[in-house]
Structure formats: C-alpha cells, structure tokens
C-alpha cells in the first residue's frame, strides 16, 4: 500500500497550475501514492482545489468526477466546476468546503476529536447514501478479482505492502483472499476512507467528505477496516475502539483483518 502524503516541495508543479490559478495564491496540500497532486488555488470562502494526475499512472479522473456527481445529491462532497486535460496530464477543479483535512496539524494535536468525527462522518456517510440507486460497485469480489489478475500481470509485490502483510507471499495472501466473509451490511462505501479524507470545522464536528474516486457498494467493514487502520498511521495506536464508538458498532476483528489485506493488495 502505497499512502498519500503531503508535498515535501521536491514536487514539480505542471503548468496548468498556473493557468487555472489565474494570478491568486497557489498552495500545494497533498501528493498521492500515484503521482498526483491537489493544489489550493486562492484563500477564503472562494478557494478552489486542483486535483492533477500525470498521463500514464493508471487513474481515471472521469471515475471520481462521475462518483461525485452521483453522491452529491446526498451529502457534502466536493463540487466539479471544470475539467481538462492537456500533455502533461488531466484535472479538475472543485470549489472549496468548509473545514480542514482530519490530519491538519490541529487535529492531530486533538486525535480524539479527529477520530471521533471520522467514525461519526463515516456513519453518517453510509446511512445517507442509497444502496439500491448506487451505480457503483467495490464488492469484495470485484477487488479480489482485480487482485487476482494484478498478480497474473507480475505487479502484486510484497515490499509493496503494508509491514504487518509483507511476510507473505503473494499466493498466500491470495488464499486468504479468496475466502470472502459473509456480507455483515451492504452499504456505498466511501473507497478510500483513510483519516486525510474527512474534513472537520472549526467547531470540532466533520463537514464533508473527500477524495471518493473508488465509491460504491460493499460490506460497510470495507471501510471501517481502513478507516481504524489509517488512525494507527496518523495518530498513534490505539484509536481502533474509539473510531468503531462513535461510528456505532463492536469491533469485528475477523472482517477487520480481511479488509486491512484486501486494502494493501487493491
């Protein structure tokens, strides 16, 4: 599992950068496992993101711009105000959301608020979307099936992995893949459900969701799984109970377990 970070910036900025900030201030805020960068172009209530991604690295924005579009009708996402692509690479621009990303310096000072707005957000985000209008899918299936021929096509690679997967072999990891759980509650997931992805207001109580480029219906212990995972990445150990408290629910360590391997394969 390759994680996202914020820049160190070593990153090159690609033109359109520029072009679409049209002279405001240009803050880059975030680089991803695949070389795409987020910018902030301008300050306030009117800033805007610029999501980039090179040519050749295998994202499809139009996956994400169509997620949410769909989910937007239902809670606070991110808005899509235009998109192109050039040379370099493709983009989107959104308008800005109230609030800062969970692993803004404040919240990490304050993990106990950031962790509790997670699980709530979290929920929040799962009781509100429609499985049954979701066009969307992220089934266990489908991610063991990608999994499976990632594996046949030589890019499954253990030092890849996160440390707690990595002495095992690709075969063995997808042994235990294939044996799927029973679905505990069929919900749209939110795909990337890592702690950056929630946005919290000043006032200490989350405001919207980003980042929702792999949306769709799964086992809602897809994200869960991930969600208390990235809290030991960010905070510290320790915030598995606390995040499952506030999102509503009694650890399930088997699912758990499952969820955290598949994440690291696909």
């Excluded at 201030?25 to 610029?50: A, C, H, I, M, Y």
């Excluded at 995972?229 to 699912?255: C, F, H, M, V």
Aim: proline share 6%; charged share 25%; aromatic share 8%.
């Amino acid at each position: 599992m390759v994680l996202p970070n914020r820049p160190d910036g070593t990153e090159r900025t690609p033109r359109v950068v520029a072009e679409l900030a049209a002279g405001r201030k240009t803050v880059p805020v975030w680089v991803n496992g695949s070389g795409g960068l987020t910018f902030q172009l301008g300050e306030g209530d009117t800033r805007e993101f610029l999501k980039w991604t090179p040519h050749g690295n295998g994202v499809d924005l139009g996956k994400e711009i169509r997620r949410l579009e769909w989910a937007r009708r239902f809670i606070t996402v991110p808005q899509v105000i235009k998109q192109g692509a050039d040379d370099e690479g493709s983009w989107f621009v959104s308008a800005g959301l109230p609030g800062t990303t969970a692993v803004d310096d404040r919240w990490r000072r304050e993990p106990a608020t950031a962790v509790r707005e997670i699980g709530a957000a979290l929920r929040a985000m799962h009781d509100a979307l429609p499985v049954d209008e979701c066009p969307f899918d992220w089934s266990a299936e489908s991610r063991v099936a990608r999994a499976k021929q990632a594996a046949a096509d030589g890019k499954q690679d253990p030092r890849n992995w996160h440390e707690e997967h990595r002495h095992l072999t690709v075969e063995a990891a997808l042994d235990l893949l294939a044996d799927i759980p029973p679905v505990d509650k069929l919900v749209v997931c939110h795909g990337d459900s890592c702690s950056p992805n929630t946005l919290i207001g000043d006032d200490g109580h989350w405001t919207a969701h980003v980042d929702l480029d792999a949306l769709g219906v799964a086992d809602r212990w897809a994200d869960l799984a991930v969600a208390t995972w990235s809290t030991e990445w960010n905070y510290g150990p320790g915030w598995t109970e606390p995040l499952l408290q506030a999102y509503g629910i009694a650890p399930d360590w088997d699912r758990i377990r499952y969820y955290k391997l598949l994440g690291d394969l696909v």
